[in-house]
């Protein structure tokens, strides 16, 4: 079976339309890769893109872990395919798509930084600082990573891509609030001295990151969940019994003695004159 791409290749200018998809849930580590030839891109953990200017449909299945403790985790993508033509039958089709070297290769974990009290907004975090320095400032509160390990699947068999930790950027990367772990960036500071060779990434069914971070716990308490702010069942307000004051007339009346009454009619009357002395006013 020939397959021909509906285009030849996602260009750089056209990745604005497929970062912009359906944002991970929060605390959620994934991978976002793009292959060399930024063809395919999985930029999310949606699973599905499209792109704005071709029209290429891209699928994938995002393997996620929820990080909220100090742990080793494991993320992946796999099951890479994008819309094609089948040059025998002109049909249109979802085709199984590898991917080769990279132009972008990170762990990102939305929210995280800003939850850990290292990112942007945080006090002591400067936007103008470098990769390298934003990741001291995350050091400094505790926060490290280690233990990274990326392997990668084709056709059944499982390699390992060799990789320099000390070369790896980490912590609130872009100023986001995210927490980015920084493998290889063509626009960030891993281009200049990558910790990995692209050259040695293909893969036609997975890429996996496994990594440990450490520190969480000890800034968190063990709880980065945000509070539970699910209402009661019962939300219905207790009756308001509180006498009404002058003036007052967003309390009901619940005087039923001839006191009460009394106030009533004397209103009653107020009102009565009031009429009466406009109409002789007229």
């Known amino acids: 079976m020939k397959l021909r791409k509906i285009m030849a ?4 200018t056209s990745v604005a339309g497929t ?3 359906a944002a991970s849930a929060q605390y959620d580590a994934f991978i976002m890769y793009a292959s060399g030839s930024w063809y395919p891109s999985t930029m999310d953990a949606s699973g599905h893109s499209e792109d704005a200017a071709s ?13 909220t403790k100090d742990g080793t985790y494991t993320v992946s993508v796999s099951g890479i395919k994008a819309s094609a033509v089948d040059e025998e039958t002109g049909e249109e089709i979802m085709a199984p798509t590898p991917g080769e070297g990279a132009a972008v290769f990170n762990v990102d974990i939305p929210d995280l930084s800003t939850a850990l009290g290292i990112g942007a ?20 509160k505790g926060i490290n990573v280690t233990d990274v390990k990326i392997t990668q699947v084709t056709d059944g068999e499982t390699t ?13 990367i872009e100023g986001n609030g995210k927490f980015r772990i920084e493998l290889y960036n063509q626009f960030g ?22 990594f440990t971070i450490s520190g969480i716990d000890a800034i968190t308490g063990g709880n980065i969940k945000p509070a539970d702010t699910t209402a009661p069942a019962d939300t219905t307000a ?5 006498a009404p004051t002058t003036g007052d007339s967003t309390k009901p009346n619940t ?15 107020l009102a009565a004159g009031a009429v009466v002395v406009a109409k002789k006013r007229k």
């Open 255 to 269: 005087n039923t003695g001839v006191e009460g009454v009394a106030a009533v009619a004397g209103v009653a009357l």
């Open 9 to 12: 290749g996602i260009v750089a």
């Open 55 to 67: 029209g290429t449909v891209t699928e994938w299945t995002a393997g996620t872990a929820e990080v």
């Open 238 to 242: 207790p009756a308001d019994t509180t």
């Open 19 to 21: 970062m912009a998809v």
């Open 189 to 210: 500071e891993t281009k200049n001295d990558a910790p990995l060779n692209v050259a040695d990434i293909y893969f036609n069914e997975s890429l996996n990151v496994t």
């Open 160 to 172: 390992e891509v060799a990789v320099d930790s000390s070369k790896i950027f980490f912590g609130d």
């Open 121 to 140: 907004n945080c006090e002591g975090y400067d936007a103008t600082m470098t990769a390298a320095q934003k990741m001291e400032f995350a050091k400094s």
